[in-house]
């Protein structure tokens, strides 16, 4: 039996206090009479010290920056003069902007009026998010990224990722050697002073070819996670699909068409076979694959419904929760480095206390497909078994907790992965005992906001 979110809440979190060291040149204090509030150690979903708890600070913060933004998503803001990216930061209840040049008046008036407690610091950027932008561009043949040649290689190099940094100091490369053929992703075959020297070559080439500052780091390519238990309908997000290969996945959001049909969205490389999609439990249809709402480069597609029938709901707990606990979704909701979320992969659960590294990265699947948008976030310390999914997450929905963590705001779509762990003892794996679980610490999800611009769909909610 299903059951709603109220008078229950689930994926509470308790986060660190780190330590901020930062020389800065600009700092906007709370407005006057404005009294600083002390950094929230308690849980997400308890007061601290200072009367808000970590989720309203988040709340309030995300506001702000989406003023200052102009409500534009991540990649957009590019579109803004001089701006190159803004930070969160909820357990200090501050925001770090980084901006080349000075920030116009409309900035300056905004950081001017802080509400109270809130502090906010300008930090100069070598380069702007356009300049950057403009710097990826040069890396792309036909909107993926080219292969690069190094001397001493009989093969080209690949470009697994491709971002701007956050402080705009230039842009962050992955790379890799071999393509990921015939090798674990988790083995690097090169040793320490032979990839010193391979990443070398490939900083000289990308410095030149991109004509900004580059930083290069070994990253194979990005494997495709593919994975509650039993849904019916009307279908919920976090569900455990049985995909048309026969493995698992997770649903992500109920939608709605352009012509008012309503689907389950689910990640795009995980359709395969006959495109009929069932319940991992139990084997009931949930419907089929339609071939007119898919799309490659967001890693998403809608699932045709027989029943008609999507709920703007999400499951929340642990993958071995049975009595169907779920919580509304209310909206959805742009990202910003700094920020928490909560990863919810049918085949790992609900992971909260994900934070936000960095947005607008560009990421090449498994499957060869370049996704030109997408966020990337790590597990930290409070995080559930310090890890951020699992594989079979794929398609799984990533969100911010909001009224108290009673309900969800939507904010992205599980695709792919980095830095891969042991899963720990404690974890519980829901296709554990079909093949050999392991986990990661951080997932790239394409942004919420994308992925319905581009499909043309509406947000179901609650």
Not at 136 to 151: E, V
Not at 227 to 251: K, V, Y
Request: charged share 20%; hydrophobic share 35%.
């Amino acid at each position: 039996m299903k059951k709603s979110g109220s008078g229950r809440r689930r994926a509470v979190i308790a986060l660190p206090v780190a330590a901020l060291a930062l020389s800065l040149p600009f700092v906007a204090s709370p407005s006057a009479g404005a009294a600083a509030q002390s950094a929230v150690t308690a849980p997400a979903a308890a007061a601290g010290s200072g009367g808000q708890t970590i989720e309203k600070k988040q709340e309030t913060l995300d506001k702000i920056a989406g003023r200052i933004t102009e409500g534009l998503s991540e990649s957009d803001r590019a579109r803004i003069p001089g701006f190159t990216d803004i930070e969160v930061d909820p357990l200090h209840n501050s925001l770090r902007l980084h901006w080349k040049g000075n920030p116009p008046q409309r900035v300056r008036r905004i950081l001017a009026h802080l509400p109270r407690g809130v502090r906010a610091s300008v930090l100069p950027a070598r380069y702007s998010k356009a300049d950057l932008h403009a710097a990826r561009n040069r890396l792309l043949r036909g909107g993926k990224p080219a292969d690069l040649r190094i001397s001493g290689t009989s093969t080209p190099l690949r470009i697994t990722s491709i971002g701007p940094a956050v402080d705009g100091s230039g842009l962050q490369i992955g790379y890799d050697e071999d393509r990921g053929v015939g090798r674990s992703d988790r083995m690097d075959p090169l040793a320490s002073t032979a990839r010193q020297s391979t990443s070398s070559e490939v900083k000289a080439a990308t410095d030149r070819l991109t004509g900004v500052h580059t930083t290069v780091v070994y990253k194979p390519l990005s494997v495709d996670l593919s994975s509650r238990q039993e849904d019916n309908t009307p279908w919920h997000g976090g569900a455990a699909l049985r995909n048309p290969s026969g493995g698992i996945c997770s649903s992500a959001f109920s939608v709605k068409t352009s012509d008012g049909r309503y689907e389950l969205s689910a990640a795009y490389h995980c359709n395969g076979g006959n495109g009929v999609w069932h319940t991992y439990w139990g084997g009931r249809l949930i419907g089929t694959t339609d071939n007119a709402q898919r799309l490659a480069s967001d890693d998403a597609l809608g699932i045709s419904l027989p029943s008609g029938q999507s709920a703007g709901r999400l499951y929340d707990g642990p993958a071995n929760e049975t009595d169907g606990y779920s919580k509304p979704v209310t909206g959805w909701g742009h990202n910003n480095v700094g920020d928490y979320v909560c990863t919810d992969g049918a085949n790992s659960g609900v992971h909260c206390g994900v934070q936000i590294s960095a947005t607008d990265i560009g990421v090449t699947g498994a499957n060869g497909v370049y996704r030109p948008d997408t966020d990337l976030a790590y597990s930290t310390s409070r995080t559930k078994d310090h890890i951020a999914a699992a594989n079979g997450d794929s398609g799984g929905p990533v969100f911010a907790g909001v009224n108290n963590y009673t309900a969800d705001e939507a904010r992205g779509m599980i695709t792919a992965l980095d830095r891969t762990v042991t899963c720990p003892s404690s974890e519980y794996v829901l296709d554990s005992g079909v093949r050999t679980p392991w986990c990661v610490q951080g997932v790239y999800f394409v942004p919420i906001f994308q992925t319905l611009q581009d499909m043309h769909w509406t947000l179901v909610t609650q």
